[in-house]
């Protein structure tokens, strides 16, 4: 991979440093009790779907939009990314329809369901106890893959033949943190800032005045910069 590529570069040491050692925390370390409850199932699968998510949009041909979850998640499961198993790509419209805009929009699936397995228990990344009964989605599997994604995607935009698919995901990147930067900017020229215990400060922005920095114009930015 090209030294000049800084964002990208800042990018896999964040999902080292980051999002794989809380992957794997949340994937190994908080387990369900014996009822099947408390184990963070709900917000793991949260946590691996906005990953998902950000690498589509990273990775999918212009023009790409951040916001366009559904394309970039769509983009990440097929076989035009290949970076995970045939069967996500097979159950792509399960995985977007019932399980990611279920738990991102209402906290749960739409009429299905989503487990952490018992120790030394492997079934598939989606299952049914019975033909009449509902889908499942399995969190575990869906991380372990992720894991393995990330993995796959670090060596391919690390290799000489990744230099393409490199250079556009650093522009995208550069771009995400500019785009950042200009709205903390905006938002501090409309910030009240006052002094709370222990040395720090609140921040309020009043509702009532507009952003300075409109949508519109982020949208066309954001379609001029990214190729």
Known sequence: MDAKYRCLADFLLDIKKYVLPDLRRLRNDIRPDSRGLQGCTVPTA???????DLVGFLMRPAPALPEECKKNI??????????????YQDNTELLLTLFRHGIMHQVLPKA?????????IELPLIFCKSKEDIPILNA?????????CLAILEERVRSPAGDILASQM???LCFLHRHG???????????????????????????????????????????????
């Open 46 to 52: 949260m946590f691996a779907f906005a990953v998902l």
């Open 74 to 87: 769509k983009f990440s499961l097929s076989s035009d990314a290949d970076i995970l198993p045939n069967e």
């Open 170 to 172: 650093d522009q995208r």
């Open 181 to 227: 930067q200009e709205l903390l900017a905006d938002i501090r020229t409309r910030a009240v800032y006052q002094q709370c215990p222990e040395g720090f400060f609140t921040i309020h922005v009043d509702p009532c005045e507009k952003p300075r920095l409109k949508r519109s114009v982020q949208k066309r930015s954001l379609k001029k910069g990214i190729r």
């Open 140 to 148: 575990d599997k869906l991380v372990d893959d992720l894991v393995k």
């Open 112 to 120: 299905a369901g989503i487990m952490k397995l018992p120790v030394g």
